[in-house]
């Protein structure tokens, strides 16, 4: 059975630190997704990334791809409010048949 | 270029009865997908469909099913809704493999 975990689940943290989560997958992939949720909102792609190795960055997020590991990860820089959502992980098996993560619920405080 | 669109998006059943969600993909996009997220469960795939040809499924009875119509619209249906059904039903729509886009939702409640 496919395993897609996100770590840790919940993360409090003080605006202008900076932070990792994490997602650990079971299977073979070279497709992995981020996505950020609001609450009571949908889904908002963040990056996608494609081999391995893959490294994309967009304002204080960036996203990192081993696939040989089966782990990605999305690092937090000099975190701020208005980053505080749920982010999600997710890894495509087979073509627009996406496998998320648990999520990370992030709660960024001044 | 519109987003990805999803009606009704809330819906209020009862156990027993069935319910039809509708999703109308991005312009030229072929591929729709549907997840059901839960508090307990996250977010699960139930299937997708390209070209009016169901190609995925995840592990969902088959009280769940779907349809895609010659202009990518998609529906999904659920019989004999039962309370652990409520749910936020999300609809993505794709091009190609580089990622989906998620429509607002459909938020169901069975009582």
């Known amino acids: 059975e496919l395993k897609v975990e996100q770590n840790p689940l919940f993360l409090s943290m003080q605006e202008g630190k900076n932070y990792t989560i994490y997602c650990n997958y079971s299977?073979?992939?070279?497709?992995l997704y981020w996505y950020r949720q609001d609450p009571g909102k949908s889904l908002e792609s963040l990056f996608v990334?494609?081999?391995?190795?893959a490294v994309k960055q967009e304002g204080r997020l960036m996203a990192s791809l081993d696939t040989k590991a089966r782990l990605s990860t999305l690092h937090i820089t000099a975190a701020v409010h208005d980053l505080s959502a749920t982010y999600f992980c997710?890894?495509?098996?087979?073509?627009?048949?996406?496998?998320f993560g648990t999520g990370t619920s992030l709660t960024v405080i001044p | 270029k519109a987003g990805v669109t999803q009606t009704p998006r809330y819906l209020i059943k009862t156990r027993g009865q069935q319910v039809t969600l509708s999703c109308s993909p991005i312009?030229?996009?072929?591929?729709v997908s549907w997840y059901q997220q839960t508090p307990g469960q996250g977010l699960q795939f139930l299937f997708e469909?390209?070209?009016?040809?169901?190609?995925n499924k995840g592990n969902f009875p088959g009280r769940f099913s779907g349809r895609q119509f010659s202009n990518s619209r998609s529906e999904m249906n659920v019989s004999t809704l039962e309370l652990g059904d409520s749910a936020l039903y999300l609809c993505?729509?794709?091009?190609?493999?580089?990622?989906?886009?998620f429509g607002p939702g459909t938020r169901l409640l069975v009582l």
């Open positions: 993505a729509s794709s091009s190609n493999v580089e990622t989906q886009y």
């Open positions: 299977t073979t992939s070279d497709r």
């Open positions: 990334l494609l081999s391995n190795g």
């Open positions: 997710a890894v495509d098996i087979a073509g627009n048949q996406f496998y």
């Open positions: 312009s030229g996009h072929r591929s």
């Open positions: 469909y390209f070209s009016e040809t169901q190609r």
